[in-house]
């Protein structure tokens, strides 16, 4: 294995001035990193970053295709239903009343199972605030 004098005086290219300032340079602007050990921390990030590259194999990317997709479908269904119920509800003139509003949630399947998604999905958000709200454990 040669060692690096001897790689240094064997490479025209290291023997350009231009060269050799370039390097110089290189050296001043990387010195504090390297004083400071968080040359360390790129290192790290650039060995991470190659993981995840060699981990990744055709079933992740499906696995992360799907649950983009999934994810901008969901977002677009309620996006949707947000817009048509804005509409509906701006076409008339005068809002219904309360009385008028519950006798359509007695009548109406599609607005009671949207009722009923909307309360299923205030309990979720109250069990995750009381999971959240509880003392977590010292490390």
């Known amino acids: 294995m040669p060692s690096l004098a001897r790689v240094l005086e064997s490479s025209p290219a290291l023997q350009d001035p231009a060269t050799l300032e370039g390097a110089a340079s290189l050296i001043e602007k990387v010195a504090p990193l390297l004083q ?6 790129i290192v790290d990030l650039l060995a991470a970053t190659s993981d995840v590259i060699e981990m990744t194999d055709e079933a992740m990317v499906q696995k992360l295709m799907a649950l983009y997709e999934e994810s901008i ?3 677009w269904a309620v996006s949707n239903a947000v817009q048509y119920a804005a509409a509906q509800s701006g076409a008339e003139e005068v809002p219904p009343t309360l009385w ?3 006798r359509r949630l007695q009548n109406d399947e599609n607005a009671r199972r949207g009722l009923d998604t909307t309360i299923n999905l205030l309990a979720e958000l109250g069990r995750q605030s009381r999971i959240a709200g509880q003392p977590r454990p010292e490390d």
């Not at 400071?36 to 921390?41: A, K, T």
């Open 100 to 102: 008028k509003s519950i």
């Open 36 to 41: 400071g050990e968080r040359l360390h921390n």
């Open 73 to 75: 479908g969901g977002v």
